[in-house]
T-cell receptor, first 115, second 113 residues
Framework: NAGVTQTPKFRILKIGQSMTLQCTQD?????MYWYRQDPGMGLKLIYY???????DKGEVPNGYNVSRSTTEDFPLRLELAAPSQTSVYFC??????????????FGEGSRLTVL | KQEVTQIPAALSVPEGENLVLNCSFT??????LQWFRQDPGKGLTSLLL?????REQTSGRLNASLDKSSGRSTLYIAASQPGDSATYLC????????????FGTGTRLTVIP
């Protein structure tokens, strides 16, 4: 059981470039999330999905896009990268949003620098 | 909006000491509260999940309590070890809204050998 797997672990982008952060989970979880973590700040939700084909915006969605074509995969697309998107990105998943099955599991993170 | 606060931001203790980490939240209408550990440069590892109907949960040397009415949770670590050094975060899941998980900024714990 690999859990939640993110790639790449590190990436440097130039301003205006685009890229996709990959996230896959093998726990058959319905819910998947993308967070960003900036120094001294709590995790901020970018986008989330409650199942294949269903996505919704979180707290800080501007500059990002997501898709959820399968239960396992939830890629995050950065269009026209800006220095403000320099951050550590975490993908997470849970079976549901309540009770014991609402427990969140995280990937190892993707550290992105935009220069 | 739910506000989650963790105080202190950093804590240093000698090895072997018992310690308590604090988490407070403003809206008591929650489904659950989860404690995580984060090592430098790593992802978050789930430690304990307490449902709103529970008062506490235990796992090994860790004990988490929840007082929903006062908006507080504590994480008790017994007989601390240098390997416990990490940042500890709490997160609460509100009952309203699908976008309903709110994180604190964490307490950075250093256990000194």
């Amino acid at each position: 059981n690999a859990g939640v797997t993110q790639t790449p672990k590190f990436r440097i982008l130039k301003i205006g470039q685009s890229m996709t952060l990959q996230c896959t989970q093998d726990m058959n979880h319905n819910y998947m999330y993308w967070y960003r973590q900036d120094p001294g700040m709590g995790l901020k939700l970018i986008y989330y999905s409650v199942g294949a084909g269903i996505t919704d915006k979180g707290e800080v969605p501007n500059g990002y896009n997501v898709s959820r074509s399968t239960t396992e995969d939830f890629p995050l697309r950065l269009e026209l990268a800006a220095p403000s998107q320099t951050s550590v990105y975490f993908c997470a998943s849970s079976y549901s949003s309540t009770g014991v099955t609402g427990e969140l599991f995280f990937g190892e993170g993707s550290r992105l620098t935009v220069l | 909006k739910q506000e989650v606060t963790q105080i202190p931001a950093a804590l240093s203790v000698p090895e072997g000491e018992n310690l308590v980490l604090n988490c407070s939240f403003t809206d008591s209408a929650i489904y659950n509260l989860q404690w995580f550990r984060q090592d430098p440069g790593k992802g978050l590892t789930s430690l304990l999940l307490i449902q709103s109907s529970q008062r506490e949960q235990t796992s090994g040397r860790l004990n988490a309590s929840l007082d929903k009415s006062s908006g507080r949770s504590t994480l008790y670590i017994a007989a601390s070890q240098p390997g416990d050094s990490a940042t500890y975060l709490c997160a609460v899941r509100k009952k309203t809204g699908a976008n309903n998980l709110f994180f604190g900024t964490g307490t950075r714990l250093t256990v000194i050998p």
